[in-house]
C-alpha cells in the first residue's frame, strides 16, 4: 500500500541529544513537509522540500535541520539547539495536481525528559 | 497576521444532527486551496474535504459539505447526521502558491475545533 510512514511512534530523549526523526512515502510525491503540533496548536511549518537536494525553512525552523537526499526520505534532526523540542511531529507530502492535499503520516510524538 | 482562524475551540452536537465549524481565511491571491481535516485522538491527519477558490460549487464528500462565501472569505465545514466516530480534532487548511516564481505550495493550518458527539 502507498503511503508515509513514521518511525518511531514515541520517542524519549534526553535533554542535550540530537535525534532524528524518520519519515518515508513510497506515493512517488515530490513536495515534503515537516510540521510540529502543541496541545492547542495548529500545525506550523518546520521545513519543506519541493525536490531532492533542495529544501526551505518554515516559520519555526530554529533548532532543527533536515536533509533530501532521496525522493523518499525526508529525515528530521532535532538539535539540542530547540529549547522546547517535546511536541508532535507530523510529516506530509503532496504531488502536483489540481488539488494537491496533503497526506499525512501517523507522527511522531516526541519528549524529552 | 493569521491565516487561518477557526473561532471554535470545542463543539458539542448530538448524535444525528448537523454541525457547523467555523473557518476564516486570509489571502490577496486569486488562486489558493482550502482543505478540512479530521484528527482522531490517535493523531494521524485525515483528508476530508477541498475547495478550489476558482470552484463555484459548495464542495461535499459524504457526510462533508463545505459552505464556501469567497466575499467573506469563509469555508465552514459542514458535518451532516454527527455520528460518535466524528468525536475528534478538525482542521481548516489554505494552500497558497509560495511565490511567482515559485511552483511549490506551503499550507497554513488554523488551531483546530474540538468537536465531541454526544449519544
Known amino acids: 500500500d502507498g503511503g508515509i510512514t513514521q518511525s518511531p511512534k514515541y520517542l524519549f530523549r534526553k535533554e542535550g541529544q540530537n535525534v532524528t526523526l524518520s519519515c518515508e512515502q513510497n506515493?512517488?510525491?515530490?513536495?515534503m513537509y515537516w510540521y510540529r503540533q502543541d496541545p492547542g496548536q495548529g500545525l506550523r511549518l518546520i521545513y519543506y522540500?519541493?525536490?531532492?537536494?533542495?529544501?526551505q525553512k518554515g516559520d519555526i525552523a530554529e533548532g532543527y535541520s533536515v536533509s533530501r537526499e532521496k525522493k523518499e526520505s525526508f529525515p528530521l534532526t532535532v538539535t539540542s539547539a530547540q529549547k522546547n523540542p517535546t511536541a508532535f511531529y507530523l510529516c506530509?507530502?503532496?504531488?502536483?495536481?489540481?488539488?494537491?492535499?496533503?497526506?499525512f503520516g501517523p507522527g511522531t510524538r516526541l519528549t524529552v525528559l | 497576521a493569521q491565516k487561518i482562524t477557526q473561532t471554535q475551540p470545542g463543539m458539542f452536537v448530538q448524535e444525528k444532527e448537523a454541525v457547523t465549524l467555523d473557518c476564516t481565511y486570509d489571502?490577496?491571491?486569486?488562486?489558493?486551496?482550502l482543505f478540512w481535516y479530521k484528527q482522531p485522538s490517535s493523531g494521524e491527519m485525515i483528508f476530508l474535504i477541498y475547495?478550489?477558490?476558482?470552484?463555484?460549487q459548495n464542495a461535499t464528500e459524504g457526510r462533508y459539505s463545505l459552505n464556501f462565501q469567497k466575499a467573506r472569505k469563509s469555508a465552514n465545514l459542514v458535518i451532516s447526521a454527527s455520528q460518535l466516530g466524528d468525536s475528534a480534532m478538525y482542521f481548516c487548511?489554505?494552500?497558497?502558491?509560495?511565490?511567482?516564481?515559485?511552483?511549490?505550495?506551503?499550507?497554513?493550518f488554523g488551531t483546530g475545533t474540538s468537536l465531541t458527539v454526544i449519544p
Open positions: 489571502t490577496s491571491d486569486q488562486s489558493y486551496g
Open positions: 475547495q478550489g477558490s476558482y470552484d463555484e
Open positions: 506515493l512517488n510525491h515530490d513536495a
Open positions: 487548511a489554505m494552500r497558497q502558491r509560495i511565490s511567482r516564481a515559485n511552483t511549490g505550495n506551503q499550507f497554513y
Open positions: 506530509a507530502s503532496s504531488i502536483a495536481g489540481p488539488i494537491n492535499e496533503q497526506f
Open positions: 522540500s519541493q525536490i531532492v537536494n533542495d529544501f
